[in-house]
């Protein structure tokens, strides 16, 4: 069972548009992270969010962590080819066995953008 | 400044041989991770080591898999024996701070 569902699973769309992935879980996180992974590759960190009602802005991507601390969302204005890739989110939270915190991810968006 | 460094980065075996993955961290970060990638799954720790002392290895399957970090810095995972469930990519991460992880290119292992 994945503790953190994104949707949606594929997105393919033309250069120039926008569009959202969803992170959800029904479990509280400590922060949360959202990776780029390319293949071949291992991910690369985006942003972290650590506060309810977090908005963090990177360029044409802008990240929300929920108030709840239990879901969080990537938009991406005016997709480009080169933001193709799997984009992961992984939560951090402290539980049995795991002292400092361990991170749980996604199963991941695979975007691809169309020229 | 150099990236995390794994070794190899493909490794074809049949089920029930013993596999080695190896692991350079960034210079001077003391946390290590071992994390496994299942195709179309995100990454799930194996474990986790700071300096060369184990702070997390709930999820590691110990019948099978093992991993040492002798002297803090590089780290080997083992798998022996393989099974078939086992084919993956073996992801190496490291962290100076806590919240950042550097991932490093994986393993990409295949049991057949």
């Known amino acids: 069972t994945q503790l953190l569902e994104q949707s949606p699973q594929f997105l393919s769309i033309q250069e120039g548009e926008n569009l959202t992935v969803y992170c959800n879980s029904s479990s509280v996180f400590s922060s949360l992270q959202w990776y780029r992974q390319e293949p071949g590759e291992g991910p690369v960190l985006l942003v972290t969010?650590?506060?309810?009602?977090e908005v963090k802005k990177l360029k044409r991507l802008t990240f929300q962590f929920g108030d709840a601390r239990k879901d969080s969302s990537l938009h991406i204005t005016a997709a480009q080819t080169g933001d193709t890739g799997l984009y992961l989110c992984?939560?951090?939270?402290?539980?049995?066995?795991?002292?400092?915190?361990?991170?749980?991810f996604g199963r991941g968006t695979q975007l691809t953008v169309w020229p | 400044e150099a990236g995390v460094a794994q070794s190899p980065r493909y490794k074809i075996i049949e089920k029930r041989q013993s596999v080695a993955f190896w692991c350079n961290p960034i210079?001077?970060?003391?946390?290590l991770y071992w994390y496994q990638q299942i195709l179309g799954q995100g990454p799930k720790l194996l474990i986790q080591f700071q300096n060369n002392g184990v702070v997390d290895d709930s999820q590691l399957p110990k019948d099978r898999f093992s991993a040492e970090r002798l002297k803090g810095v590089d780290s080997t995972l083992k798998i022996q024996p393989a099974k078939l469930e086992d084919s993956a990519v073996y992801l190496c991460?490291?962290?100076?701070?806590?919240?950042?992880?550097?991932f490093g290119p994986g393993t990409r292992l295949t049991v057949l």
């Open positions: 991460a490291s962290s100076l701070a806590i919240d950042t992880q550097y």
């Open positions: 210079s001077g970060h003391a946390t």
């Open positions: 969010v650590v506060t309810g009602g």
């Open positions: 992984a939560g951090k939270m402290r539980d049995r066995g795991s002292t400092l915190g361990r991170l749980y």
